[in-house]
């Protein structure tokens, strides 16, 4: 299969000079910064050693061909300080430090919405592509690319599908199969009195206090809009914005979001979470023994140490959605990177490590599509890159258009 990707134009990588880097690229190493959540699992087991292991594979197998010439990648770390809470002005410092002193010429990463689009700037105002690997804000690209193609023409998201996407995604599968086919026959009750209306499930909604999940919150508890997403059988009973230290030292119990959702007396609690309070939230509904069942984002459930160690195996009952499931074949690469990462780490790899190995093999296969005799000029697109990727959802957009 092919992912046709949209058109950027990426500094030459052929003897050609780069003024940002105050160098040329007449040597054997291209440098590629990889920024994110140092201090979570989206970082390390995630983008980090995926990106290794990527960079570790093209090299041994003879690197990057451009125009006849070898040459070598290597990878710089970065840290784009979202942990303990989100630091916008430190992680400017770090990818400007990438760029300009570590001549990076490309960057990969930003997870958490709050830095990355201060970030975007950076890299929109240096010229350097910038594939995010984590942010899935919509407004990333919808207040970006489409609004100021020539500046942010460099930015594009390899992982994960933008909110809105990742909403439906998780309301399709609630409205025509869960809530109708599960829920309603066991839990369904007459909330209005009324015989002639359809009887209703009880829904608790708990989202992550963070700018990624503002309209994904908004959707499912608007009584105006929610019933077009979860369907008619669906009464929104409990609303809950988390914060994201909640049951962490130095935040909120998470008995406060726990408890209202038993008061609701939900049989369905809709989650929607990137990071750390997820674990407590589990624990927490396990331990409360919670009669409603957990369905929707978490992505730390992504991980084979939160689901066997972490939580205490509170968690196995929970219903995920995943798109490359556990170790399953969806693509020709993807049981190929999941033993490889596993044995690697120990663990399971987050969305993160998918994005990042596919991100620079992607950059590999762009890279080696160039028409020679291109010195001292500039390329205006991504060539059509080979079926080659692990995971079955890379994409790379700039305007949230995915031509498969």
């Keep these: 299969m092919k992912r046709k990707i949209a058109l950027i134009i990426v500094p030459l990588l052929l003897l050609s000079t780069v003024a940002m880097a105050g160098r040329t690229f007449a040597q054997p190493t291209i440098k590629i910064g990889i920024i994110g959540p140092q201090g979570l699992p989206h970082w390390s ?74 970030m975007i700037e950076v890299a929109a105002g240096w010229g350097v592509p910038f594939f995010i690997c984590g942010a899935s804000t919509n407004e990333l690209i919808t207040e970006t690319v489409w609004k100021n193609y020539d500046l942010y023409k460099y930015i594009f998201r390899i992982t994960p599908v933008n909110s809105s996407q990742l909403l439906y995604t998780t309301t399709l599968y609630l409205k025509q199969y869960l809530i109708p086919e599960i829920l309603l026959p066991a839990f369904g009750v007459d909330l209005d009195g009324n015989p002639a209306t359809p009887k209703q499930v009880r829904v608790a909604v708990l989202t992550e206090d963070l700018t990624w999940t503002e309209v994904i919150h908004y959707y499912l508890t608007n009584p105006a809009v929610y019933p077009a997403l979860l369907g008619p059988y669906a009464n929104v009973t409990c609303a809950l914005r988390v914060p994201e230290n909640a049951g962490l030292p130095g935040g909120p119990p998470i008995s406060d979001y726990i408890l209202p959702v038993i008061n609701s ?82 663990d399971w790899p987050l969305y993160t490590a998918w994005g990042a190995y596919d991100a620079i093999y992607t950059l590999k296969e762009t890279l080696e599509s160039l028409p020679p005799g291109c010195v001292g000029t500039v390329i205006d697109y991504l060539n059509a890159v080979p079926g080659t990727m692990a995971a079955p959802d890379c994409l790379i957009q700039a305007f949230e258009n995915t031509y498969r």
């Excluded at 010439?69 to 303990?84: D, I, L, M, R």
């Excluded at 939160?306 to 499931?325: D, F, S």
């Excluded at 074949?329 to 690697?344: I, L, N, S």
Aim: glycine share 8%; charged share 20%.
């Design 265 to 346: 007396k939900a049989r369905l609690m809709i989650i929607v979470f990137s990071g750390r309070a997820a674990v407590p939230l589990i624990m927490a509904w396990k331990a409360y023994n919670v009669k409603a069942i957990p369905v929707g984002i978490n992505v730390l459930g992504q991980l084979k140490s939160y689901w066997y160690t972490v939580t205490n195996e509170a968690c196995q009952y929970e219903v995920t959605m995943k798109n490359t499931g556990t170790r399953t074949p969806v693509t020709p690469k993807a049981v190929e990177f999941w033993d490889k990462f596993e044995t690697r780490t120990g």
């Design 45 to 118: 087991p995630g983008m980090w050693e995926a990106a290794q292991m990527a960079v570790e594979e093209i090299n041994a197998a003879g690197g990057v061909n451009l125009g006849g010439t070898t040459y070598y990648f290597a990878v710089e770390p970065g840290n784009e300080h979202a942990v303990p809470e989100p630091d916008p002005s430190a992680a400017v410092s770090e990818i400007t430090r990438l760029i300009s002193e570590e001549q990076c010429k490309f960057i990969i990463g930003g997870f958490r919405t709050e830095v990355t689009g201060p």
